[in-house]
Nanobody, 130 residues
Framework: QVQLVESGGGSVQAGGSLRLSCAAS????????MGWLRQAPGKEREGVAA???????RYADSVKGRFTISKDNAKNTLDLQMNSLKPEDTAMYYC????????????????????????WGQGTQVTVSS
């Protein structure tokens, strides 16, 4: 079982930056998709960004050009650099991972494989004030 622990959330003013980190431990997957989802109050959890075993990335349209996902295989960590933050980015951010053939499904389909075969972190709050 993979364990995921997030860090790096906090409060920032609009236009600011935050960097989220996720540390993976336990039985990590040899081929996988890892990523970040977020959930704002009253809304569904949505995929934000993902990266597969070979480093290919996916981003939600709402964050393209502002967020960058990256991974460090040696350290088993996943990061999300968030720049030009907007109040609508306010949400609980979750690190997630699931075993795959080495590629990530579209972000709109990310929840299902995570819930079926993967793992979630406990979440970290990001609050952006205007």
């Amino acid at each position: 079982q993979v364990q995921l622990v997030e860090s790096g959330g906090g409060s920032v003013q609009a236009g600011g930056s935050l960097r989220l980190s996720c540390a993976a431990s336990g039985h990590t997957y040899s081929r996988y998709c890892m990523g970040w989802l977020r959930q704002a109050p009253g809304k569904e959890r949505e995929g934000v960004a993902a990266i597969d075993s070979d480093g290919r990335t996916r981003y939600a349209d709402s964050v393209k050009g502002r967020f960058t996902i990256s991974k460090d295989n040696a350290k088993n960590t996943l990061d999300l650099q968030m720049n030009s933050l907007k109040p609508e980015d306010t949400a609980m951010y979750y690190c997630a991972a699931y075993p795959s053939a080495g590629y990530c499904l579209p972000l709109t389909e990310m929840k299902s494989p995570v819930e079926s075969w993967g793992a979630w972190g406990q979440g970290t709050q990001v609050t952006v004030s205007s």
